[in-house]
T-cell receptor, first 116, second 112 residues
Framework: DGGITQSPKYLFRKEGQNVTLSCEQN?????MYWYRQDPGQGLRLIYY???????QKGDIAEGYSVSREKKESFPLTVTSAQKNPTAFYLC???????????????FGPGTRLTVL | KNEVEQSPQNLTAQEGEFITINCSYSVGISALHWLQQHPGGGIVSLFMLSSGKKKHGRLIATINIQEKHSSLHITASHPRDSAVYICAVSFISNFGNEKLTFGTGTRLTIIP
């Protein structure tokens, strides 16, 4: 079955530690996204990648880093510089890129990160 | 920056009732998306529309571009429809890529 997988579903981290969240898709999509969801707020874009070996900062990139070495993978690292990392993190992907291209985004099941 | 407002924030209804969730946005868009988020957290895309109306089963989505408003309707609601419904609008950025702005969601609870 085609889709997006995220692991782990729940993640606990001690303050000051870096942690990497996994996102894999087998939909052959060019674009991938990382969002953060906090209670009472809409999803906010952390980073996105339109193509392999390229990524751009979203609206709240500080304290996060990403890589896009393979088309199917877009891991997100939450660094110790992120002041309030406890949140629900969602990965998404979409087909197509370029001007005047708007495409449905497919979401993964999410990872809930809790900093202890 | 586009602002997306949803109403109501919370909605509780009896099984079988007709449900309407509203979404308003502030600037021009390429498309509007309705998403469903179940308690486990995963999000499913229900509709993407840029004009008119779309229907899928008991779900209907409409959009009025001039009024910058969209509605999601659920007919013959069922407890399994209980979820958070999220409106998102997309526009093409100066870099040529699509950007989404999300509403805060409407939590729908259908009571048997």
């Amino acid at each position: 079955d085609g889709g997006i997988t995220q692991s782990p579903k729940y993640l606990f981290r001690k303050e000051g530690q870096n942690v990497t969240l996994s996102c894999e898709q087998n939909l052959n999509h060019d674009a991938m996204y990382w969002y953060r969801q906090d209670p009472g707020q809409g999803l906010r874009l952390i980073y996105y990648s339109q193509i392999v070996n390229d990524f751009q900062k979203g609206d709240i990139a500080e304290g996060y880093s990403v890589s896009r070495e393979k088309k199917e993978s877009f891991p997100l690292t939450v660094t110790s510089a992120q002041k309030n990392p406890t949140a629900f993190y969602l990965c998404a992907s979409s087909d197509g890129q370029g001007v005047n291209s708007y495409n449905e985004q497919f979401f993964g099941p999410g990872t809930r990160l809790t900093v202890l | 920056k586009n602002e997306v407002e949803q109403s109501p924030q919370n909605l509780t209804a009896q099984e079988g009732e007709f449900i309407t969730i509203n979404c308003s946005y502030s600037v021009g868009i390429s498309a509007l998306h309705w998403l469903q988020q179940h308690p486990g957290g995963g999000i499913v895309s229900l509709f993407m529309l840029s004009s008119g109306k779309k229907k899928h089963g008991r779900l209907i989505a409409t959009i009025n571009i001039q009024e910058k408003h969209s509605s999601l309707h659920i007919t013959a609601s069922h407890p399994r429809d209980s979820a958070v419904y999220i409106c998102a609008v997309s526009f093409i950025s100066n870099f040529g890529n699509e950007k989404l702005t999300f509403g805060t969601g409407t939590r729908l609870t259908i009571i048997p």
